[in-house]
């Protein structure tokens, strides 16, 4: 899967946050369909809803097809799934991924970015982030990610305010996310295997989750 979310703030309409990563996601389905990749995965886009309210829409979607995180009880589309790509922290280039805590990502990473030298650096870290919609199926012990971007002006100018305006967006930029992107979902959707998880998390009762944080 590919998403991202709808948001506007104030008298700002969301550009960067996040129609940015929803603009990508919707490259990159044209890319994969234009180009009439034959897949062994169905590859299926989502556009969130509710993401600042505590990344509600995403997480209503994994609740009915994958598990509740509540009771952990994954379903045969749990089973089947093999990984899901979000991207929204602005306008900026991706520079690398957010491992997301799962180690066992790294050699598949390095390889895909490997072949995309020439557009990134391909930097990969262990670490989490938070704040976005990858986190719903993190949650429940599938694969999310997050890339990681150029901060431009998202965190000083856009982010929340009424900067946040279609002026602000890069389009050499949004080609070059929608490219990796593209990539980085078909190679997941013909991998010969589904992509490696982290052990299965325990069940957390409502009230424990946490909640977005709007993209940060």
Not at 99 to 119: H, S, T, V
């Amino acid at each position: 899967m590919v998403g991202g979310h709808f948001d506007s703030w104030h008298y700002g309409t969301g550009a960067t946050d996040n129609g940015a990563g929803s603009a990508v996601a919707m490259e990159v389905m044209r890319i994969l369909k234009s180009l009439n990749l034959k897949m062994d995965r169905t590859v299926r886009m989502a556009l969130w809803g509710g993401e600042e309210e505590g990344l509600l829409g995403s997480a209503a979607y994994v609740k009915e097809h994958f598990a509740d995180p509540a009771v952990m009880k994954p379903t045969t589309e749990h089973n089947n799934f093999s990984s899901y790509f979000n991207i929204d922290n602005g306008t900026g280039r991706i520079r690398g991924i957010y491992l997301q805590g799962n180690e066992m990502a790294r050699p598949i990473f390095e390889a895909w970015f490997a072949a995309l030298k020439d557009l990134t650096p391909g930097v990969i870290t262990i670490r989490n982030t938070g704040g976005t919609d990858h986190q719903s199926y993190d949650r429940v012990g599938l694969p999310g990610f997050q890339f990681i971007q150029d901060p431009m002006d998202y965190d000083t100018r856009t982010h929340h305010s009424n900067m946040d305006v279609y002026d602000r967006i890069q389009p050499a930029d949004m080609e070059q996310m929608a490219i990796i992107e593209a990539a980085f979902v078909y190679n997941a959707a013909t991998r010969p295997d589904k992509f490696p998880r982290k052990d299965l998390p325990p069940a957390t009762p409502a009230g424990r989750g946490g909640a977005g944080r709007g993209g940060n």
